[in-house]
């Protein structure tokens, strides 16, 4: 079948028996092929962990995210020696959101460890999470020896079966010699084309055997094909297109933001005064505060966005894969726009809105390409003022009495306006998460990390875990989380202060699962069926007794003083922030409706 | 307190005149405009090693494309394996298919097939055998050879296109059909066209950037 033999030292193939690989071991076939990669590096690898360890050192890691275990322990006495930092964190399924958050800060793929079994089934929320928003993350899997594979060992799960689904590749390593290259590809696979995460399940005798072959570079296999420039025919009609556009909208998702577009796309629609509409994981890729931004578009996008995306007649929509989220019902979304699409994945092209003009490439080189292309700027001014118009129309502003609960648009503004612009936001997902969207003005790419996709509650905290290793010391994390997911992985505080990482976690705190009390009211007459905690630990005193600085608020009084001492502590806060329970969320399109016709109040749902 | 937001209420709201439809194509709203489904072959060459069969199946069932047949096996180069899939989907669909396809990293290369392509099934037919000289008529009628007696059963192995098959169980029915096993399509594209070659991954890119435009014909089958 396969070059890929399995090469089982029965030997060590006893899960107890990990203290030393004998020197009896069957002597490697492959030394003829060493003699190349030796030379450069000063220690050579002497088993299959130590070269995966330099494979990943060779790729240029710093950090890797993991929990111990079993089957994983030959990798970790590998990296024992080694210069990469590894975090400890308290349950696998944060290791793979911290090393999610860390590729999506970085732009480099984030690096999760975990054993088998539990340890890898642990992982698979966080990598499906990173699948959907297309993140670059390598997970490394303890597995069961080889020979015990197939045998409902302990601890064994077919990990390269449960993930299939969820990752862009994956591999079952079967090879000392091969196992550091396995590592490389992966590296290289996470990260090029449309990012996304990979695994290698890591038996342990081929990471406790023998081996003095050192991994090649990174490099993708030679089945795999990405095209960065888009078909020059198609960009010259796309260009005509937009120059001719009475309507214009660019769409900017978050393929612009992977792809290092941001810059080029802001050109490009300064230079032809187009609006801009953002999708969820688009957001930073424009500034908000510009004047032709629409911000968010979708189901809780600003209702000045969802005319414009409604009304438009040319879209020109970049590194977005038309979510159902973003386009409410696919028959009332951009109904009258041609679309020019432009996406590194041909998959997504015509996948669920037809692209008029398909270009397939690299964000930003089709950009520069287009951006070549177009000679003169399409006659919009009416369109703009329309834009502008529908942005006052549909203004953003609520109601924040006095004498009410704090309401949390006010909590989410205050926390904006105490820390800098390059500041780093990560949510859970739900209510929260939407008033974070709407109520923060992003101005910079990769300083909005979130769980888009998958919409995976718990996301937050982890996530501020690894952003904080990738951002810059100056560079302020706040994580703006909700009751419900912040008890989901709320453990990781505990990471968070053994590593005294300067995170602050807001918890926006109205003791339910509010997007499903918000649908209950909406949908279910009401009917609060399992949404309604009724109760909620003092998350303040929580955070104390992890060791992070506690505080909370009742009062708009307390608002702006807490959130100043929160954000100045040098080290992990949680500020417990008791906001209005009933507060809701709009505008608002119900589940397959028409964007056009968002609800601004419950009664027009 | 007031709850919600302040703006013109959605009734107020100008509305676009345009319309899609499900595949999310731009159609006149006074037309119900869908594609019907066709079936169509499918041919990809893969690498051959362990989990490459189920990364195919697996993604079939988890995009809830409708596939009729699936069959694997070995090519003139021991490293790779041919795949051919029949497929029942709609236009969009089938491009759909064989973009995901090209995605999965094992997969060299895809192609839908010409309609002319030759097209093989294989089928063993195990009647009762009351009445031997017919069943052997009937074989002998399709083209099938007996490949197993005994007083009771006779086992037939006939090969040909699909409409060719179903045509001579329908025909063995008249015996009593105690079994059946078939493996499923199998073709090669015709002459020097190639079927799903390395070669053509300069025509895959290419039809990366191209809609597909597939006439709406029915792709007949041949004998």
Known sequence: MSERAAKVTPTEADEQDDDQITDSAA??????????????????????????????????????????????????????????????????????????????????????????????TNLVTGIADADMDSDPLVALTGQVPTEFVGNDAFQETDTTGVTKPVTKDNTFASDSDRVGTDVSEAFALAREGRPGPTLVDLPKDVTNGETETEPDEPKTPDTYHVQERADAEIVAAAAERLENAARPVMLLGGGVIKGEASEACREFAIEHEIPVVTTMPGIGAFPEDHELSMEMAGMHGTGFANMAITHCDTMLAIGTRFDDRLTGGIETFAPDAEIIHIDIDPAEISKNIYADYPLVGDAETVVDQLSAAVETSPEAKKWRAQCQQWKSDYSMAYDAPED?????????????????????????????????????????????????????????????????????????????????????????????????????????????????????????????????????????????????????????????????????????????????????????????????????????? | MKRGLDGPAPEERPTPAGRRNKQGIRIDPEVEATHDPRRTVISALVKHEPGVLSDVSGLFSRRQFNIESLTVGPTEDEERA???????????????????LRKLVPVISVRELEPDAMRRELALVKVSADRPDQVAAVAEMYGGKTVDSCPETATIEITGARQKIEAAVETFSQFGIREISRTGLTALARGTDETAAPSSAGVAADEMNRQDEHPHTQTADDD
């Not at chain 1, 690898?45 to 494979?55: F, K, P, Y």
């Not at chain 1, 480099?108 to 539990?118: F, K, M, V």
């Not at chain 1, 989380?481 to 602050?504: C, H, P, Y």
């Open chain 1, 404 to 605: 009410e609960p704090v309401q949390p648009e006010f909590v989410v503004e205050a926390l904006d306006e105490a820390t800098a612009d390059d500041t780093i936001v990560t949510t859970g997902v739900g209510q929260h998460q939407m008033w974070a969207c709407q109520y923060w003005t992003y101005t910079e790419p990769r300083t909005w990390v979130s769980s888009h996709g998958l919409g995976t509650m718990g996301y937050g905290l982890p996530a501020a875990i690894g952003a904080r290793l990738a951002a810059d010391d100056d560079q302020d994390v706040v994580c703006i989380d909700g009751d419900g997911s912040f008890l989901m992985t709320l453990q990781e505080l505990s990471v968070a202060v053994r590593e005294n990482l300067d995170i602050t976690v807001a918890v926006l705190n109205n003791e339910y699962i509010g997007m499903v009390r918000q649908w209950q009211d909406a949908f279910f007459e009401g009917r609060h069926s399992a949404s309604d905690y009724h109760w909620m630990p003092e998350f303040d005193k929580l955070a104390e007794a992890f060791g992070a600085a506690g505080f909370r608020i009742d009062d708009y009084d307390d608002v702006a003083e807490t959130i100043e001492a929160a954000i100045d502590y040098d080290g992990p806060s949680v500020i417990d922030v008791h906001i209005d329970p009933e507060a809701n969320v709009y505008p608002m399109v119900p589940s397959g409706g028409d964007n056009g016709q968002f609800a601004l109040t419950e009664d027009q749902l």
């Open chain 1, 27 to 120: 002597p490697d076939a492959a030394t003829d092929d060493t003699e190349s990669a030796t030379a450069t590096t000063p220690t050579p690898v002497t088993n299959g962990a130590q070269s995966v360890v330099r494979a990943l050192e060779n790729a240029g890691v710093e950090y890797a995210f993991g929990v111990q275990g079993g089957a994983i322990m030959p990798v970790y006495d590998a990296l024992y020696d080694s210069e990469i930092y590894h975090v400890t964190m308290a349950h696998e399924q944060a290791a793979a959101h911290a090393a999610d958050a860390y590729g999506i800060v970085s732009g480099e793929p984030g690096i999760c460890l975990a054993t088998s079994g539990p340890g890898a």
């Open chain 2, 82 to 100: 041919r795949i051919t899939v029949v497929v029942e989907e709609p236009d969009p669909g089938i491009d759909q298919i064989k973009k995901q």
